[in-house]
């Protein structure tokens, strides 16, 4: 997210940090904090700060994954918590990779290829692009990126959650059934967590790194998410002039 991990794992993991800057994950994260408002700038300054605290306070040895690389974390900055979740808007994003595709099939093999592979593209929709515009090796770089990202970063994928009412239960109150379908991973994407207060008390899965629960349960109503799956993505390709 930060674009820096070929500085820990080397120089195999260059076209990730390539492909982490160009997007600007965290250009966008550092730019947005700053205009983030007040009250949730302080639920993310603290939760930053409880993070920060936990590397000191927290368990004696370092994580195996610091341990085997022989090196420390690095503080953890606010900005780090929105660049996470524009990671995971990105990996959550259903079909960039499908319109990278797409728009291959269109400048190498025409229209009606497309509209072959995909039938439900309307008629009345007109191209983006005629075959044959400039676009050089430029794609061929970006897909060879987004796919050395994906084996590495891993993509959410679908979801799926239901929500049954109490007349179909033998309680009498509902029931919610919440299946995210983010892939395995170590570190895990999930850290479960209670938080009590003298007000009001929660209880779920959070995202690491993040101050939120996505799925939980307060003692009066229950939630979880799931993603919906939409046609989310545009792809644009910028030409550098000679000029600049």
């Known amino acids: 997210m930060r674009g820096t991990l070929a ?87 259903s079909n960039w990779d499908s319109e990278l595709i797409r728009y291959k099939m269109l400048i190498e093999d025409g229209p009606d290829a497309v509209v072959a592979l995909d039938p439900a ?51 009498g109150r509902p029931i919610v059934a919440n299946d995210p379908h983010l892939a395995p991973s170590h570190p895990s994407h999930w850290y479960l967590a209670r938080v009590a207060t003298q007000e009001w008390a929660v209880a779920g899965a959070t995202l690491l790194g993040a101050p939120a629960f996505p799925v939980g349960f307060n003692g009066h109503c229950a939630w979880g998410v799931t993603a919906g799956l939409t046609d989310n993505t545009d792809l644009f390709i910028e030409e550098i002039g000679s000029d600049g």
């Open 7 to 93: 500085a820990l794992v080397g120089p195999d993991a260059l076209p990730i940090d390539r492909l982490s800057r160009r997007i600007g994950f965290r250009r966008s994260a550092k730019a947005q904090i700053e205009v983030t408002d007040d009250d949730m700038r302080s639920i993310i300054d603290a939760y930053v700060a409880g993070v920060n605290q936990g590397t000191t306070r927290g368990a004696k040895k370092l994580a195996h994954e610091f341990t085997l690389l022989k090196s420390r974390p690095t503080p953890y900055e606010p900005a780090d918590v929105l660049g996470l979740m524009k990671l995971m808007a990105f990996l959550l994003a």
């Open 121 to 171: 593209y309307p008629e009345w929709l007109p191209v983006s692009a005629p075959p044959g515009s400039p676009a050089g090796e430029a794609i061929d770089r970006l897909m060879d990126d987004l796919e050395y990202f994906k084996q590495t970063i891993g993509l959410g994928g679908g979801s799926n959650n239901w929500a049954i009412a109490g007349s179909r239960t033998k309680s």
